[in-house]
């Protein structure tokens, strides 16, 4: 769920940021740095950002290629690539951002989401896919492959981060089972993907929603488990969540400060490939621990 950017990118940013703005006015320029800009930066989202040990710099450093995106696909609306690259893009923005202010937050998941539902809409030529009836849905879901794994991935990855922004709305919860099922499909299919992230997002909304909205206390820790397994006990991630999310959904005060305590005393490797989201998660820890009096 946390894939963000760069290692590379530090030095990059300040090179081409002014390029950038040059050239995406001009139609001809914009086409010509697309793949040296777009591919070359947003490919290597997940290995070049993994590393990095400053999650600040990062989500400043985003919004110049963010704009770059959003030029792109104004003159090639229905690029797939430019789409499910924009849709990674800004639900990993999002996530950056929501960390300090989900307030903020909330657009920029509102345009992960919308698209990420026009990628997949373009990918499987079905207009209006994501408003069709659930068993219709299923349907159109389950007769996918391998090969569609990473439109679905970012797809609901996204349309999950609109929806835990949008959890004051009922019209929004409802979208939530379509979207689950997608996280599943992805389980079924390669549940390693992108580092088992579905199984990390099953296991935040099965503890974040009530028992009567389809939570799912049982099903939550399963997929927290399953994270930490299928990452090698390398990732901080799931034990943040579990406590986040799990244990305050079971009021389980005792589990929540030994998991959170966990996180905060681990020693990062800066030479870790998840040095980026456990700093990520230790930030979040201390601040949960902080603030746990006013929940439990």
Excluded at 240 to 268: C, G, P, S, W
């Amino acid at each position: 769920m946390y894939s963000f950017i760069l290692a590379k990118y530090r030095f990059r940013v300040k090179k081409c940021t002014l390029f950038i703005i040059v050239c995406v006015i001009s139609f001809g320029c914009a086409n010509r740095i697309k793949q040296s800009i777009v591919a070359g930066v947003v490919e290597d989202f997940t290995a070049a950002t993994r590393s990095h040990t400053d999650p600040l710099l990062i989500e400043q450093a985003l919004p110049p290629l963010l704009l770059a995106i959003d030029a792109f696909l104004i003159d090639e609306p229905k690029n797939i690539k430019l789409l499910i690259q924009a849709t990674e893009a800004y639900a990993s923005y999002g996530a950056l951002v929501e960390m300090r202010d989900p307030q903020r937050s909330m657009p920029i998941y509102a345009r992960a989401h919308r698209y990420g539902k026009r990628a997949l809409e373009i990918h499987l030529k079905q207009i209006g896919i994501h408003s069709l009836p659930f068993t219709d849905f299923e349907k159109t879901i389950t007769k996918l492959n391998r090969n569609d794994l990473n439109v679905v991935y970012w797809c609901a990855t996204a349309w999950g981060g609109w929806i835990n922004s949008n959890l004051h709305s009922m019209n929004a919860i409802a979208e939530l089972p379509k979207v689950i099922l997608m996280m599943k499909w992805v389980i079924n299919t390669d549940e390693t993907f992108n580092n088992g992230s579905a199984h990390l997002f099953l296991g935040v909304f099965y503890s974040a929603l009530p028992v009567m909205l389809g939570g799912d206390p049982l099903m939550a820790r399963h997929h927290f488990e399953k994270n930490i397994d299928l990452t090698d006990n390398q990732s901080l991630l799931p034990y943040v969540f579990m406590a986040e999310y799990y244990t305050r959904q079971i009021f389980d005060r005792k589990l929540h400060d030994e998991l959170l305590n966990y996180v905060v005393e681990q020693n990062i490797s800066p030479n870790s490939s998840n040095t980026l989201e456990n700093k990520i998660a230790q930030h979040r820890a201390h601040l949960l621990l902080d603030n746990a009096d006013d929940f439990f």
